[in-house]
């Protein structure tokens, strides 16, 4: 809330965006402002409308209304191939009949730069992505990550203002995924360009972004920093979709004191008014197991397992089954107590229908 | 092992019996006289005015109805790739149901059509235009060959075309390229394939037909076909019938090879 109008210009504006197919409507009044050298990333799960955003960016799909504004200009209706923008597609999509150099090459020579620009550029875009002496090999005889790789020096040898990826290292497997996204942000960092990343991989998105739009449903759920996102989340959605957390219903007793599981709890957050039913969200490694007489909430551990960093526990309480993450072990059938610091515990408005939990968030 | 080898044997008898033998049949009838000693000579009748007349007239007829058949199925199935699965496939059946009915009787259609005192004179004389029945004419020939052998330029298109991803197509959009460059630059490159197997399975069987031009042709117009027909039906003489055979079936290797080598360009660069 409020992102657009603390930062400089933005470089990407989508304005009231709307787009179904067959009846069916993907994204509903849709408002994002992008700005300059951002990682952004749309974050929801499949069909929650983040990759047709993405692919109306860059000119793929045309939204039924609604403008979207790139540097001051209104390319709604521009085709792809006039938008100063460079696409990464989910599975690479090479040129299978052309080598890697002819596939760098391709955006440049359409652009018809001089041969020795283009040589220079292809030496420079390979060195880039740590991929020299490929030049004259064909794609299908390179790995899943070194196809991506060609793919992102096949966009960036274009010097586009923003970069568009979309699911980029989905095909990948976990060992790659995680080299390639350190590679990502060195990239963003040393091309200094703007980087808008599709993804429904919450893990990846906290890695990488400067900000994370969360979207569901075609709409925006939330939209900030990392941290922001993860230690508070504006929804039950949010709070589920990023991460593990216990997301209790409770009331909202006066400011700064709510009651979850019968207890009494401090908690920081103030403005909801008084006897107000709201949704609280405690991540689990923010619940911390004491001692059974410590605290008024008591309860038994009743599951364990371990997962290397932490231990994984589940604590039966005031009628919630609570997630625990601790490095401390407390054995089945521990009777324990809860405590939680008071700014560890999230409150969030309940939503009264299934329309409000997908609330746009309004500029 | 031993197993997999038994469930060939059908196969290889099959193959055995319909295939080589004939081939050697041809091959020895070919090369040899009524009396049964060796000649090249029913090789050599090719270069007589009549046959290489047929037979050039053939290779004319056959390129040409290739190159009708190339220009009209692959717009065609370029606008059926960008509909959707269902519509396009729809649309293929339609080109495809004249298949099912027999080849012949397809052609006789088109002969009572098109002869003097067919549906089209009555039609063309209902409202006063006349009408010069194209029949015994090349266009006649041209259009049973691009009529009966179209689906089969269709169908490899089609199915090249859709099947290409969609995203290396958007990348070429993306990366500047206008419709028309990445129609050549990428689209006409990948669809190369099916434009080989389309041309081979145009150009051969209308470059060997002998019932299109009997029928439409009005016995007015020989091709390489009919002479062997006649050879083997009428003169009663398989041997010079076989010689023929063995000539055109070299033009056929020849294009084959000529057209792989292009697919091989385009096959062992794309895959």
């Known amino acids: ?363 | 092992m031993n197993k997999k080898k038994w469930l060939s044997t059908p196969y290889l008898i099959w193959m055995i019996a319909f295939t080589v033998i004939p081939l050697l049949l041809i091959g020895y009838y070919g090369f040899t006289t009524r009396d049964g000693s060796f000649t090249i000579q029913n090789i050599t009748a090719i270069f007589s005015p009549a046959h290489s007349k047929a037979l050039l007239k053939s290779l004319y007829l056959s390129l040409l109805c290739t190159v009708v058949c190339l220009l009209l199925a692959y717009p065609l199935a370029l606008i059926l790739k960008n509909k959707n699965v269902g519509q396009g496939g729809f649309v293929i059946m339609i080109f495809i149901l004249p298949m099912w009915m027999n080849f012949l009787l397809r052609t006789y259609a088109w002969l009572n059509l098109l002869d003097d005192g067919g549906i089209i004179e009555r039609i063309f004389s209902l409202v006063n235009i006349p009408y010069q029945s194209i029949i015994g004419t090349d266009a006649a020939i041209i259009l049973g060959m691009v009529y009966n052998f179209l689906p089969f330029m269709i169908l490899p298109l089609f199915n090249v075309l859709t099947k290409m991803d969609e995203n290396v197509i958007n990348a070429a959009s993306d990366l500047g390229a206008n419709s028309f460059q990445t129609f050549i630059k990428i689209i006409l490159p990948l669809s190369l394939p099916g434009i080989v197997s389309g041309i081979t399975m145009v150009f051969v069987p209308s470059l060997t037909t002998f019932v299109i031009s009997d029928l439409l042709g009005a016995r007015k117009i020989m091709l390489i076909g009919n002479i062997i027909e006649q050879e083997f039906s009428i003169a009663d003489n398989r041997h010079l019938g076989s010689g023929l055979s063995l000539v055109l079936m070299i033009f056929i290797l020849a294009s084959m090879a000529l057209i792989n080598r292009y697919d091989k360009n385009g096959e062992g660069n794309a895959f």
């Open chain 1, 1 to 363: 809330m409020g992102i657009g109008e603390t930062m400089k210009t933005p470089l990407i504006d989508l304005v009231n965006i709307s787009k179904s197919y067959d009846g069916q409507l993907i994204i509903d009044d849709l408002n994002l402002s992008i700005r300059e050298n951002e990682f952004v990333t749309l974050l929801g799960p499949s069909g929650c409308g983040k990759t047709t955003t993405l692919r109306m960016i860059g000119g793929f799909e045309h939204p039924d209304t609604g403008k979207i504004i790139f540097d001051g200009q209104d390319i709604t209706s521009l085709p792809a191939y006039k938008r100063q923008l460079n696409t990464v597609f989910q599975k690479y999509a090479l040129f299978p009949h052309m080598t890697i150099s002819e596939n760098i090459a391709f955006g440049l020579k359409i652009k018809g730069k001089s041969k020795t620009y283009i040589n220079d550029k292809i030496k420079y875009a390979l060195n880039l992505v740590n991929l020299k002496g490929y030049e004259n090999r064909m794609p299908d005889r390179l790995s899943g990550g070194q196809q991506q790789r060609i793919a992102i020096a096949r966009a960036i040898v274009n010097e586009p203002k923003v970069l568009l990826l979309d699911e980029p290292l989905g095909a990948l497997d976990l060992k790659l995924r995680q080299d390639m996204q350190y590679e990502l942000i060195r990239l963003k960092n040393e091309l200094g360009i703007t980087f808008i990343y599709v993804t429904h991989d919450q893990e990846e998105a906290l890695t990488m972004s400067d900000t994370i739009v969360v979207m569901n449903q075609g709409y925006i759920q939330q939209m900030g920093s990392p941290e922001t996102i993860y230690n508070e989340p504006e929804n039950a959605f949010v709070a589920d979709f990023i991460g593990e957390s216990n997301i209790i219903g409770g009331t909202m007793l006066e400011d700064k004191l709510v009651e979850i599981c019968g207890t009494k709890f401090a908690c920081v957050d103030t403005g909801f008014g008084k006897n107000k039913p709201v949704d609280v969200v405690i991540r689990p490694e923010d619940v911390e197991l004491k001692p059974e007489d410590t605290n008024p909430l008591k309860g038994v551990v009743t599951h364990l397992i371990f997962k290397g960093v932490h231990y994984e526990m589940e604590v039966q309480a005031g009628g919630f089954e609570w997630l625990v993450h601790s490095t401390q072990m407390f054995p089945i059938g521990t009777k324990v107590s809860i405590y939680v610091d008071p700014f560890n515990i999230q409150i969030m408005n309940k939503p009264e229908s299934e329309d409000e939990e997908a609330v746009g968030i309004d500029e």
